[in-house]
């Protein structure tokens, strides 16, 4: 914030008494952040952010006392009997001078800073104890766990990152969500942990992972087009059955030829010519044309139903049934558009026909 050069007042806004000494005598008045300044220049979810920082900064402050007591108890106090006991009593030292600034200063002011002054004072403290020829170490604080530990401590915890972003250099999208939530990649994997939203990731260390192996478990990170394939997924009103090339026992590496890089349908369909014929590969393109038609059509009737519903709502009347009807066209729909309906084109037509049929029901009463 100070280097986007807001100032004090940008944030303290509300005039409160004061109750007790500090900066100001009882009696006086001082001005107290509120909450929605921070909605109101970054919008929701920051006035929770704040709120967790000033939390995290009574532990932060905890934390560095408990890490500072335990170096003090370390290398013990009066005259230093060697060169070594008194570098790690200065190591100790710095470490309670940067306590007594994480106390005065207010961690939430600079909320990654006072994170980085405990990171600095429990390496202090641990090289205090190592210097001193003391075995042990200071307590460990929770948030030094993992080197991604912070990240969502501190911020994304309130604020996710977009779920899907597009790699302009590797012109890619990236599913985000995936890779951190299903996946279980640590932030710092891909981001450095000293700067923010810097990616330090290249993209060999991407494909280290992606389409090096015709052994990779696909499915791991292509779950919906695995359950569709398979015919796995839980639809609403449809009993599912897997691809008659699932059926066969075929893997997805079968079809996708991996070192071509990214997946399409037409070097699919290199892949049906290969093994049947030229009207196969036609075949494929067809199914794609058909799947895309037919997900567009329900594209716009769900958008449509759901403003329907919502003003029919509004005025009073009841929708409870409509809404069901709704829902299983979305599920249905997301299954094939998720999926990618030609991985499974006979339950997709399936899927895609009953959700335009409960589209209907309920667009036949506006």
């Given at each position: 914030m100070f280097s986007a050069q807001v100032s004090c007042d940008g944030c303290h806004t509300k005039s409160v008494e004061v109750l007790e000494s500090g900066v100001a005598f009882p009696g006086e008045k001082k001005l107290t952040a509120e909450r929605k300044s921070c909605v109101a220049c970054h919008g929701k979810n920051y006035d929770r952010m704040l709120d967790d920082w000033i939390r995290a900064s009574r532990v932060l402050v905890a934390d560095m006392g408990a890490i500072v007591a335990s170096g003090e108890a370390a290398v013990g106090a009066g005259p230093a009997k060697s060169k070594k006991l008194a570098e790690a009593r200065a190591l100790v030292a710095d470490a309670r001078a940067n306590l007594y600034l994480l106390k005065a200063g207010r961690g939430a002011h600079n909320i990654e800073y006072a994170y980085k002054i405990v990171k600095a004072g429990y390496e202090q403290v641990s090289a205090a104890y190592k210097t001193a020829g003391v075995s042990g170490a200071p307590p460990r604080p929770a948030i030094l766990a993992s080197p991604s530990a912070y990240c969502?401590?501190?911020?994304?915890?309130?604020?996710?990152?977009?779920?899907?972003?597009?790699?302009?250099?590797?012109?890619?999208?990236?599913?985000?969500?995936?890779?951190?939530?299903?996946?279980?990649?640590?932030?710092?994997?891909?981001?450095?942990?000293?700067?923010?939203?810097?990616?330090?990731?290249?993209?060999?260390?991407?494909?280290?992972?992606?389409?090096?192996?015709?052994?990779?478990?696909?499915?791991?990170?292509?779950?919906?087009?695995?359950?569709?394939?398979?015919?796995?997924?839980?639809?609403?009103?449809?009993?599912?059955?897997?691809?008659?090339?699932?059926?066969?026992?075929?893997?997805?590496?079968?079809?996708?030829?991996?070192?071509?890089?990214?997946?399409?349908?037409?070097?699919?369909?290199?892949?049906?010519?290969?093994?049947?014929?030229?009207?196969?590969?036609?075949?494929?393109?067809?199914?794609?044309?058909?799947?895309?038609?037919?997900?567009?059509?329900?594209?716009?009737?769900?958008?449509?139903?759901?403003?329907?519903?919502?003003?029919?709502?509004?005025?009073?009347?009841?929708?409870?049934?409509?809404?069901?009807?709704?829902?299983?066209?979305?599920?249905?729909?997301?299954?094939?558009?998720?999926?990618?309906?030609?991985?499974?084109?006979?339950?997709?037509?399936?899927?895609?026909?009953?959700?335009?049929?409960?589209?209907?029901?309920?667009?036949?009463?506006?």
């Open positions: 969502l401590t501190l911020c994304h915890q309130r604020v996710r990152p977009p779920r899907e972003l597009f790699f302009q250099e590797m012109e890619v999208r990236f599913p985000h969500s995936l890779h951190v939530e299903d996946v279980g990649i640590e932030c710092t994997k891909c981001h450095s942990p000293d700067r923010h939203k810097m990616r330090i990731v290249t993209k060999s260390e991407c494909m280290a992972c992606h389409h090096e192996s015709r052994d990779i478990d696909c499915g791991k990170c292509h779950k919906a087009h695995k359950a569709l394939y398979e015919g796995t997924v839980k639809p609403v009103g449809v009993s599912p059955s897997p691809d008659v090339m699932a059926e066969a026992g075929l893997a997805c590496t079968e079809c996708h030829e991996l070192k071509k890089g990214t997946q399409t349908v037409l070097t699919v369909k290199g892949k049906c010519e290969e093994c049947h014929s030229e009207k196969y590969g036609k075949m494929l393109l067809g199914w794609k044309e058909e799947i895309t038609a037919k997900e567009n059509a329900i594209a716009v009737g769900l958008e449509e139903a759901r403003e329907y519903l919502d003003r029919t709502e509004k005025i009073g009347k009841n929708v409870e049934a409509e809404k069901k009807l709704l829902k299983g066209a979305e599920t249905n729909y997301e299954i094939v558009s998720n999926g990618r309906g030609t991985h499974n084109i006979e339950l997709s037509r399936e899927l895609l026909k009953s959700a335009q049929d409960d589209l209907d029901r309920i667009l036949k009463k506006k």
